[in-house]
């Protein structure tokens, strides 16, 4: 038998199953351990792309049978298109940040031991990638916690701050809560498919060929939505990502917003358009909704941020939106029987799946450079870095223009893509949904807007003007294993920013696996230089045209104002003739914010305190002004408190019950097989 | 192989590039007569741009790559937007290189790099524009959106060369929906090109710039650049009105009778475009920054209305 892919996939895995032993074995030299671990999860990590690549360039779908497990219940494997593509989301970033580690992680030697880090970032790759080979639910499940523990042990690292321990936590009770509800899913449709009564149900092999009553397929999409979406940090289940993304070692932080997220989009699209397969059309309605929230809620405190990583972190939540934006619109019209409209807004939805995942890879390997140089999170106290780092600092630009929508890069593609589909709306029977879903235009344009905004904040505080802080640590740009993952990611934005035909060429067998039809024909009808989604009357975009376009001419002015030699003349700042500037007079984060939380204010909590000193001349002179901000996420208070408090109720209740007597334990034994003798005989 | 679409597109690249400053100057020559000013001229512009391209750069110490690339990627995306838009023809090869959304896009950009020159120095000015800048452009932009969808829903299509001929062919008259979408997007050209009541280009009063602070640093060649880029600009804006709202008159054959029409249809569109904008100007005051909110919310929902009259009237 020749070895298909997903052999080649299962090797990936196998390697990074073993991959902790050899490095427990390494333990004692840490140096050789950072080099030989993750040079063999970047091996692993490409073989898992070339085995997803292929998958999706050949269409096929590979099925293997593991007898391992419980008996009479052996684990399923299944590598068609969709896990093929999810494979390669996960594997390219994964590749990406390994090689960054390399040089990342050399930061904690002599602080710390590394072997925890090493052994838990394997297990963690492993374990996402089996969420996408699995194909029955047992498996998946226990995939699924291998990725949960092995990321909650890697955000619990530097486990000696409180903030770790607490993001920690929180993170792990989100992520079981949510993955109770997967379990419950999954056990409704396994139920559903062969009856209660057998076993054999909980493949998904039985599932796809099951028809499902409206009702009880509702129950298990609401079930899974609801564990997906705790995974991926929807609005309101988003809490744990800016508490947990911002602590973790940076290069985690990556691959736990760039692609550990994606899983969860991963299990919507595989629940819903290949398990249960036929839907009502307010299910995509449920999905872009939230899509549409979690955006704009996203993106709109990401904006209140002052911390990198928190404010990274919070625009996970902002494209997660926009990746559920396409895949709700996506279900709608597929719902409505409209496939190649459906076809557009899927591939929209999956090429901003794959879009996110390298510039937000980029961006948190950025911050993690950043955080490495300065040993400095907020931004308030940054400034000037762009001369100091420049290889970061332009390569930090290159995320914030991908992930701002701007063209050429990555991000705006996929955006583009988003917005034909809304703009196809109109061909819905319903005319309540024509009103209504072109607002959710207008929302993802005020999104792509503010994201805008946010990372000319982001980059414009940390790496440009002066440093802000008190003092100035020694700061030295990234080693070269940093800057070789970093330009990768820049490479591949760049890349799939102007040559969008290619990728969604090869991405086309997604959409015809899940919908029946795909766009990959009419979208590259005019060749690899034009982008034409439905027809080229319709809209079209050009890449390459626009990026040398560009280019072009910037050189060629350049070049014409250059023809005479003018002397540039290095001055200090001019400031309309303001005299005495420092660095504190800067705008600094909160203050760029401020006419946005002036304008938004409603949505957040905000505590702005002013308070001068007394002791002046007069009030409008005062000698010393404390101010105070506190901008707080609103969904704390209304969601999370009351369940805490209650629970915390709840424990006091029950801890009654521990009398700490045997006799008590006893009675309570004896009275429950009494109960369970009378009731269950 | 037809010479005739490229040299339509160079030809429109440098009536872009000649007709941007005299716009301008046909601006500033109306305000000054209807404020009883008498005016500098309408080539003013052009003496302004070649006293600044002679003169040497002066740059802040501290300025970066991005200070020294901004003005250039401003300059080139503009020239990019001059040579999509249909201006003189809709026949043009590089049509099809951006829809309406694209186009909105390039702009943004411009502005982004803008926005980071004015933090790159580190003036408390520069992040004012800057922050100011990008406000002001989240909520724009969200209006621009609502207005292209209320003007594609007619023509099936963003790709502004099908949508002025569409217009042109007589299949959509004056409508209801396209009356909302226009004023609409006068608001929106009025906030994006930084005019009153939402901006004063020629103010240098410290706290109610926006686009100027972000380039008070800037000098010589740099500075040049980046003024004519803001006039190609509202060049730009208005040719994309005209494109998409009153596009009569635009050649769609290979003809130099058509050609030659069309460009003085053009230039009779841009003096009646010049006047309105002036009497705008003129008649209102320059608003506070907060009530900015409501100028663009009321934009946002004329878009919005016009797209309801759309399904509810035709």
Same mark, same amino acid.
């Given at each position: 038998?020749?070895?298909?892919?997903?052999?080649?996939?299962?090797?990936?895995?196998?390697?990074?199953?073993?991959?902790?032993?050899?490095?427990?074995?390494?333990?004692?030299? +840490?140096?050789?351990?950072?080099?030989?671990?993750?040079?063999?999860?970047?091996?692993?990590?490409?073989?898992?792309?070339? *085995?997803?690549?292929?998958?999706?360039?050949?269409?096929?779908?590979?099925?293997?049978?593991?007898?391992?497990?419980?008996?009479?219940?052996?684990?399923?494997?299944?590598?068609?298109?969709? *896990?093929?593509?999810?494979?390669?989301? =996960?594997?390219?970033?994964?590749?990406?940040?390994?090689?960054?580690? =390399?040089?990342?992680?050399?930061?904690?030697?002599?602080?710390?031991?590394?072997?925890?880090?090493?052994?838990?970032?394997?297990?963690?790759?492993?374990?996402?990638?089996?969420?996408?080979?699995?194909?029955?639910?047992?498996?998946?499940?226990?995939?699924?916690?291998?990725?949960?523990? !092995?990321?909650?042990?890697?955000?619990?690292?530097?486990?000696?701050?409180?903030?770790?321990?607490?993001?920690?936590?929180?993170?792990?009770?989100?992520?079981?809560?949510? *993955?109770?509800?997967?379990?419950?899913?999954?056990?409704?449709?396994?139920?559903?498919?062969?009856?209660?009564?057998?076993?054999?149900?909980?493949?998904?092999?039985?599932?796809?060929?099951?028809?499902?009553?409206?009702?009880?397929?509702?129950?298990?999409?609401?079930?899974?939505?609801?564990?997906?979406?705790?995974? !991926?940090?929807?609005?309101?289940?988003?809490?744990?990502?800016?508490?947990?993304?911002?602590?973790?070692?940076?290069?985690?932080?990556?691959?736990?917003?760039?692609?550990?997220?994606?899983?969860?989009?991963?299990?919507?699209?595989?629940?819903?358009?290949?398990?249960?397969?036929?839907?009502?059309?307010?299910?995509?309605?449920?999905?872009?909704?939230?899509?549409?929230?979690?955006?704009?809620?996203?993106?709109?405190?990401?904006?209140?941020? #002052?911390?990198?990583?928190?404010?990274?972190?919070?625009?996970?939540?902002?494209?997660?939106?926009?990746?559920?934006?396409? =895949?709700?619109?996506?279900? =709608?019209?597929?719902?409505?029987?409209?496939?190649?409209?459906?076809? &557009?807004?899927?591939?929209?939805?999956?090429?901003?799946?794959?879009?996110?995942?390298?510039?937000?890879?980029?961006?948190?390997?950025?911050?993690?450079?950043?955080?490495?140089?300065? #040993?400095?999170?907020?931004?308030?106290?940054?400034?000037?870095?762009? #001369?100091?780092?420049?290889?970061?600092?332009?390569?930090?630009?290159?995320?914030?223009?991908?992930?701002? !929508?701007?063209?050429?890069?990555?991000?705006?593609?996929?955006?583009?893509?988003?917005?034909?589909?809304?703009?196809?709306?109109?061909?819905?029977?319903?005319?309540?949904?024509?009103?209504?879903?072109?607002?959710?235009?207008?929302?993802?344009?005020?999104?792509?807007?503010?994201?805008?905004?946010?990372?000319?904040?982001?980059?414009?505080?940390?790496?440009?003007?002066?440093?802000?802080?008190?003092?100035?640590?020694?700061?030295?740009?990234?080693?070269?294993?940093?800057?070789?993952?970093?330009?990768?990611?820049?490479?591949?934005? &760049?890349?799939?920013?102007?040559?969008?035909?290619?990728?969604?060429?090869?991405?086309?067998?997604?959409?015809?696996?899940?919908?029946?039809?795909?766009?990959?024909?009419?979208?590259?009808?005019?060749?690899?230089?034009?982008?034409?989604?439905?027809?080229?009357?319709?809209?079209?975009?050009?890449?390459?045209?626009?990026?040398?376009?560009?280019?072009?001419?910037?050189?060629?002015?350049?070049?014409?104002?250059?023809?005479?030699?003018?002397?540039?003349?290095?001055?200090?700042?001019?400031?309309?003739?303001?005299?005495?500037?420092? +660095?504190?007079?800067?705008?600094?984060?909160?203050?760029?914010?401020?006419?946005?939380?002036?304008?938004?204010?409603?949505?957040?909590?905000?505590?702005?305190?002013?308070?001068?000193?007394?002791?002046?001349?007069?009030?409008?002179?005062?000698?010393?002004?404390?101010?105070?901000?506190?901008?707080?996420?609103?969904?704390?208070?209304?969601?999370?408190?009351?369940?805490?408090?209650?629970?915390?109720?709840?424990?006091?209740?029950?801890?009654?019950?521990?009398?700490?007597?045997?006799?008590?334990?006893?009675?309570?034994?004896?009275?429950?097989?009494?109960?369970?003798?009378?009731? &269950?005989? | 192989?037809?010479?005739?679409?490229?040299?339509?597109?160079?030809?429109?690249?440098?009536?872009?590039?000649?007709?941007?400053?005299?716009?301008?100057?046909?601006?500033?020559?109306?305000?000054?007569?209807?404020?009883?000013?008498?005016?500098?001229? /309408?080539?003013?512009?052009?003496?302004?741009?070649?006293? /600044?391209?002679?003169?040497?750069?002066?740059?802040?110490?501290?300025?970066?790559?991005?200070?020294?690339?901004?003005?250039?990627?401003?300059?080139?995306?503009?020239?990019?937007?001059?040579?999509?838009?249909?201006?003189?023809?809709?026949?043009?090869? /590089?049509?099809?290189?951006?829809?309406?959304?694209?186009?909105?896009?390039?702009?943004?950009?411009?502005? @982004?790099?803008?926005?980071?020159?004015?933090?790159?120095?580190?003036?408390?000015?520069?992040?004012?524009?800057?922050?100011?800048?990008?406000?002001?452009?989240?909520?724009?932009?969200? $209006?621009?959106?609502?207005?292209? @969808?209320?003007?594609?829903?007619?023509?099936?299509?963003?790709?502004?060369?099908?949508?002025?001929?569409?217009?042109?062919?007589?299949?959509?008259?004056?409508?209801?929906?396209?009356?909302?979408?226009?004023?609409?997007?006068?608001?929106?050209?009025?906030?994006?090109?930084?005019?009153?009541?939402?901006?004063?280009?020629?103010?240098?009063?410290?706290?109610?710039?926006?686009?100027?602070?972000?380039?008070?640093?800037? %000098?010589?060649?740099?500075?040049?650049?980046?003024?004519?880029?803001?006039?190609?600009?509202?060049?730009? @804006?208005?040719?994309?009105?005209?494109?998409? @709202?009153?596009?009569?008159?635009?050649? %769609?054959?290979?003809?130099?009778?058509?050609?030659?029409?069309?460009?003085?249809?053009?230039?009779?569109?841009?003096?009646?475009?010049?006047?309105?904008?002036?009497?705008?100007?003129?008649?209102? $005051?320059?608003?506070?920054?907060?009530?900015?909110?409501?100028?663009?919310?009321?934009?946002?929902?004329?878009?919005?209305?016009?797209? /309801? %009259?759309?399904?509810?009237?035709?």
């Amino acid at each position: 038998m020749n070895p298909g892919p997903i052999d080649l996939a299962s090797i990936s895995v196998i390697i990074l199953l073993c991959a902790p032993l050899l490095v427990s074995l390494l333990s004692r030299s +840490q140096r050789l351990l950072i080099y030989s671990g993750f040079a063999l999860t970047a091996a692993a990590s490409l073989l898992a792309v070339f *085995a997803g690549a292929w998958t999706v360039w050949s269409g096929e779908t590979q099925k293997l049978i593991m007898l391992i497990g419980l008996p009479d219940l052996p684990f399923h494997l299944r590598l068609d298109p969709l *896990a093929g593509f999810f494979l390669v989301v =996960i594997g390219l970033l994964s590749f990406f940040v390994s090689v960054y580690s =390399i040089g990342y992680v050399k930061g904690f030697l002599g602080k710390r031991s590394v072997t925890s880090l090493a052994i838990f970032y394997c297990l963690f790759l492993a374990g996402m990638y089996m969420v996408v080979l699995s194909d029955d639910a047992l498996i998946f499940l226990i995939s699924w916690e291998v990725m949960a523990a !092995a990321s909650y042990f890697l955000v619990m690292f530097e486990d000696e701050r409180i903030e770790n321990r607490r993001a920690a936590f929180l993170y792990m009770v989100v992520a079981h809560v949510g *993955a109770i509800a997967i379990l419950l899913s999954f056990g409704v449709l396994a139920g559903l498919a062969t009856g209660f009564g057998s076993f054999s149900g909980y493949t998904f092999d039985a599932m796809r060929s099951a028809h499902f009553p409206t009702e009880w397929a509702t129950v298990a999409f609401l079930l899974s939505f609801f564990g997906f979406a705790a995974k !991926a940090g929807v609005v309101p289940l988003h809490v744990w990502l800016p508490e947990a993304h911002p602590v973790a070692p940076s290069n985690v932080s990556a691959l736990m917003s760039g692609v550990m997220l994606k899983t969860a989009i991963y299990g919507i699209i595989r629940v819903t358009f290949d398990l249960i397969r036929v839907f009502p059309w307010w299910w995509g309605a449920i999905v872009l909704v939230f899509g549409l929230v979690s955006a704009v809620m996203g993106v709109l405190y990401a904006l209140m941020q #002052h911390d990198l990583k928190r404010l990274l972190a919070y625009h996970s939540v902002e494209n997660i939106g926009i990746i559920l934006i396409g =895949i709700g619109l996506a279900m =709608i019209f597929t719902a409505f029987k409209l496939p190649l409209l459906a076809a &557009l807004a899927l591939t929209a939805g999956i090429y901003h799946t794959l879009n996110h995942a390298m510039f937000k890879g980029l961006l948190f390997m950025g911050a993690g450079a950043v955080l490495h140089a300065t #040993h400095e999170r907020n931004m308030e106290e940054m400034g000037g870095l762009i #001369h100091l780092m420049p290889w970061t600092a332009a390569l930090f630009l290159i995320g914030c223009i991908s992930i701002s !929508a701007l063209p050429p890069f990555n991000g705006f593609v996929s955006e583009w893509l988003t917005f034909q589909a809304f703009l196809l709306s109109p061909s819905l029977p319903s005319p309540l949904l024509k009103l209504l879903i072109p607002m959710g235009a207008a929302l993802l344009a005020l999104t792509g807007a503010l994201a805008a905004a946010c990372f000319v904040k982001a980059f414009g505080v940390t790496f440009l003007g002066h440093w802000r802080g008190h003092h100035r640590p020694n700061v030295r740009e990234a080693d070269w294993p940093m800057r070789i993952g970093m330009i990768m990611a820049a490479a591949a934005c &760049l890349f799939l920013g102007i040559l969008p035909t290619l990728a969604i060429g090869w991405m086309d067998a997604v959409p015809q696996q899940l919908i029946g039809t795909s766009i990959g024909t009419s979208a590259g009808a005019f060749g690899w230089m034009w982008l034409t989604p439905v027809a080229y009357q319709r809209a079209s975009y050009s890449g390459p045209i626009v990026f040398f376009g560009i280019l072009g001419i910037v050189i060629a002015a350049y070049l014409l104002l250059h023809v005479r030699p003018g002397a540039i003349q290095r001055v200090p700042i001019w400031d309309c003739g303001f005299e005495k500037i420092d +660095q504190r007079m800067q705008y600094n984060a909160t203050s760029f914010a401020m006419p946005i939380r002036r304008i938004f204010g409603f949505l957040f909590n905000v505590k702005e305190r002013v308070r001068t000193s007394q002791q002046t001349v007069h009030k409008a002179f005062p000698k010393k002004l404390y101010y105070s901000l506190h901008v707080r996420d609103r969904f704390w208070g209304w969601l999370y408190k009351p369940v805490i408090a209650a629970s915390f109720w709840g424990s006091r209740k029950v801890g009654r019950l521990q009398q700490g007597r045997i006799q008590a334990y006893l009675i309570y034994s004896f009275v429950t097989i009494i109960v369970l003798l009378v009731f &269950l005989r | 192989m037809n010479l005739y679409p490229f040299v339509m597109e160079i030809l429109q690249v440098l009536i872009l590039l000649a007709i941007g400053p005299v716009f301008v100057g046909w601006v500033r020559v109306l305000k000054c007569w209807a404020q009883g000013r008498s005016s500098a001229g /309408l080539l003013q512009p052009y003496r302004d741009l070649r006293k /600044l391209f002679s003169k040497d750069v002066v740059l802040a110490e501290n300025a970066s790559w991005i200070f020294r690339f901004t003005p250039y990627l401003v300059f080139g995306t503009a020239v990019l937007a001059g040579g999509i838009i249909p201006i003189l023809s809709t026949d043009l090869p /590089l049509a099809a290189t951006a829809d309406v959304i694209v186009l909105v896009a390039l702009f943004a950009i411009a502005r @982004f790099f803008t926005a980071l020159a004015g933090m790159d120095i580190g003036t408390a000015f520069g992040g004012m524009g800057a922050s100011r800048e990008m406000t002001v452009a989240s909520l724009a932009e969200p $209006a621009m959106l609502m207005a292209i @969808f209320t003007m594609s829903l007619a023509s099936r299509s963003t790709s502004l060369s099908y949508m002025a001929q569409l217009v042109m062919s007589g299949q959509s008259v004056l409508r209801p929906s396209i009356v909302f979408a226009l004023l609409a997007f006068i608001l929106i050209t009025l906030a994006e090109t930084g005019r009153i009541p939402v901006d004063n280009p020629a103010t240098h009063l410290e706290l109610t710039m926006i686009h100027e602070a972000m380039i008070l640093e800037y %000098s010589g060649r740099h500075l040049a650049l980046i003024e004519w880029a803001s006039m190609m600009k509202l060049f730009l @804006f208005t040719a994309l009105g005209i494109a998409v @709202f009153a596009p009569w008159g635009i050649a %769609s054959s290979a003809d130099l009778v058509a050609v030659a029409a069309a460009l003085l249809f053009m230039l009779l569109k841009l003096g009646v475009a010049g006047v309105v904008l002036v009497l705008i100007e003129t008649g209102l $005051a320059k608003m506070r920054l907060f009530r900015l909110t409501e100028f663009l919310g009321s934009a946002f929902l004329l878009a919005t209305l016009g797209m /309801l %009259s759309y399904f509810i009237l035709e």
